[in-house]
């Protein structure tokens, strides 16, 4: 079975579609502007429905919008060498991981493609380079994700979430000050600002038996990290994290899950955060614990040696 992009003009109560977005991959897929959480569920009831029977939906909340998904190892290059530098830069820290008898045993690894894609994934999730994307399987997780941007400091060795916010009544006050196509370009000009996205992601039915959470379909390798590690590792369970990827022999192409993009939900930042609230759950106290309380993220960063001379380390959240 083929995945279902959902269709433009759905009627969803207090869903408008407003354009299609074009992949560099080909994908054009509808975006809708949501406007109530009921729209919300709905929505995102019926994208999951036309695509049962190609397998499972997941959620990826962004700030904006990009022109792949591509995965990180692969951000910021673009020649075949670079990429093949970079693979092999993960090659090696995995295996150096996989050599390592204490944290093999604590990981419960075993030297199998199995514990490969364990490990590449737990380093996807804490914030190494890899061939897989995050994904969660929580659309409120979704939602804070877009409505929070990720900052670095350091060369990526701490990092932090900052809340986004927008001030309407500047918004409302700039309508009677311009004329209307000034005011047009000025929405135009604080778009990314004002809107998050939510991107549904299919992929798969399981094909493959492996367990641990491990499920390879017909096209993509879908990881769900409640299972795959021990639970001394703590972040997948908080945020209800999942990581995928093609299934593909080219790992230097063909890895954009763009073409995976099922629907595309525009939501206005302040409603989002209305929507999800304040509580503890979801905070990045919560949703990011801390090596005290996550003893797998403690031991990630106790063994620095499996990224030296990679320019690459497990960031701490401050």
């Not at 090696?92 to 514990?115: H, Q, W």
């Not at 047009?184 to 399981?206: C, G, N, P, W």
Request: aromatic share 12%; glycine share 6%.
């Amino acid at each position: 079975m083929s995945l279902n992009v959902i269709e433009p003009n759905k009627v969803i109560q207090d869903a408008v579609y407003i354009g299609d977005y074009k992949f560099s991959c080909g994908n054009n897929v509808p975006i809708y502007h949501v406007g109530s959480v009921y729209s919300l569920t709905q929505i995102i009831g019926y994208v999951k429905y036309i695509n049962s029977s190609y397998g499972n939906v997941f959620y990826r909340g962004q700030c904006k919008l990009h022109d792949s998904i591509e995965p990180s190892i692969y951000h910021g290059i673009t020649s075949d060498k670079a990429r093949q530098r970079r693979n092999a830069l993960l090659n090696e820290i995995i295996s150096r991981a996989m050599n390592d008898k204490g944290f093999a045993n604590f990981l419960k690894l075993d030297g199998s493609t199995i514990s490969r894609i364990k490990i590449e994934s737990v380093f996807q999730h804490y914030g190494i380079p890899t061939h897989y994307i995050d994904v969660v399987d929580n659309h409120w997780t979704a939602l804070w994700f877009g409505g929070n941007r990720y900052i670095s400091y350091l060369k990526d060795s701490f990092c932090k979430y900052e809340k986004r916010t927008i001030n309407l009544i500047d918004v409302l006050q700039k309508r009677t000050e311009l004329s209307q196509n000034d005011y047009a370009d000025f929405l135009a000009s604080i778009r990314d600002d004002m809107y998050q996205y939510l991107l549904m992601i299919a992929v798969s039915k399981e094909e493959t038996p492996f367990g641990n959470g491990i499920n390879e379909g017909t096209d993509t390798i879908s990881v769900d990290l409640r299972n795959t590690p021990p639970s001394t590792f703590l972040r997948p369970h908080a945020q209800h994290g999942w990581t995928v990827k093609k299934k593909t022999s080219d790992n230097i192409h063909d890895l954009d899950m763009a073409s995976n993009v099922v629907a595309i939900l525009r939501i206005r930042v302040d409603d989002a955060s209305k929507w999800i609230g304040t509580g503890e759950l979801l905070s990045q106290e919560s949703l990011f614990p801390n090596p005290h309380y996550d003893q797998g993220y403690n031991v990630l960063l106790k063994h620095t040696e499996f990224f030296e001379g990679t320019g690459w380390n497990i960031p701490v959240y401050v």
